[in-house]
């Protein structure tokens, strides 16, 4: 157990629809980020909140909105779901910036898959 | 651009062997440069994190080495287990005030008994 929850494991639904994934960040982390994985792809920066303020934006779609709560949970919102919104999303979380103190490593969920059918 | 290459794609070696996994970046600024493993359909784990100075890290069995000049990085994985089969990605970190991970598309390590 890395210490970062992520809800629901599974999720099964049909195109155009809306879901919301859920990020609880290890115990004392103040960032949190949410990547895309597709199938045998690398992963894909989509998102980055520091105490509750967005701090850095991937390669995001207008559809997929984030936030991050003042208990530093994080929801990711995924709308009018299409076939190629299929895959593992992951939440990550680290202590502060993953930028230039090199300390901050990040901690990874054990992923969100999402199937689109 | 940015980018982070790995070599080989994906790579399959006996049990006891000992293989090395290659990246070259062309990331600037850099700040530093990650090692992660990621067992599949799970979230990466990290193995080493080495800033700029830093040429050679070690965890255990891995080792990881840096050459800055060159954007060359290596991951060493000694005497393998059947528990390493994994990806390993290179992931390398923009510096500049802001955060930016840029990762690898990893290679793929398959051990066999």
């Known amino acids: 157990d890395s210490g970062v929850t992520q809800t629901p494991k599974h999720l099964i639904t049909a195109t155009g629809q809306r879901v919301t994934l859920r990020c609880s960040p290890r115990?004392?982390?103040?960032?949190v980020y949410w990547y895309q994985q597709s199938l045998d792809q690398g992963l894909q920066f989509l998102i980055q909140?520091?105490?509750?303020?967005?701090?850095a934006k991937g390669n995001i779609l207008e559809r997929f909105s984030a936030q991050q709560f003042p208990d530093l949970h994080s929801e990711l919102n995924l709308s009018s779901l299409e076939l190629g919104d299929s895959a593992l999303y992951f939440c990550?979380?680290?202590?502060?910036?993953?930028?230039?103190?090199?300390?901050?490593?990040?901690?990874f969920g054990a992923g969100s898959r999402l199937t689109v059918l | 651009k940015n980018q982070v290459e790995q070599s080989p794609q994906s790579l399959i070696i006996l049990e006891g062997k000992n293989c090395t996994l290659q990246?070259?970046?062309?990331?600037?600024?850099?700040?530093?440069l990650r090692w992660y493993k990621q067992d599949t359909g799970r979230g990466p784990v990290s193995l080493t994190i080495?800033?700029?100075?830093?040429n050679t890290k070690s965890n255990g069995r891995y080792t990881a080495t840096l050459d800055a000049d060159t954007k060359q990085s290596s991951l060493h994985i000694t005497a393998s287990q059947l528990s390493d089969s994994a990806s390993y990605i290179c992931?390398?970190?923009?510096?500049?005030?802001?955060?930016?991970?840029?990762f690898g598309a990893g290679t793929r390590l398959a051990v066999h008994p």
């Open positions: 990550a979380s680290s202590p502060g910036l993953a930028g230039d103190a090199g300390a901050n490593v990040l901690t």
């Open positions: 115990s004392g982390d103040l960032s």
């Open positions: 909140y520091y105490n509750g303020e967005e701090r």
């Open positions: 990246c070259n970046y062309t990331v600037s600024p850099f700040s530093n």
């Open positions: 080495m800033t700029f100075s830093e």
């Open positions: 992931v390398v970190n923009l510096s500049g005030g802001y955060n930016k991970l840029i």
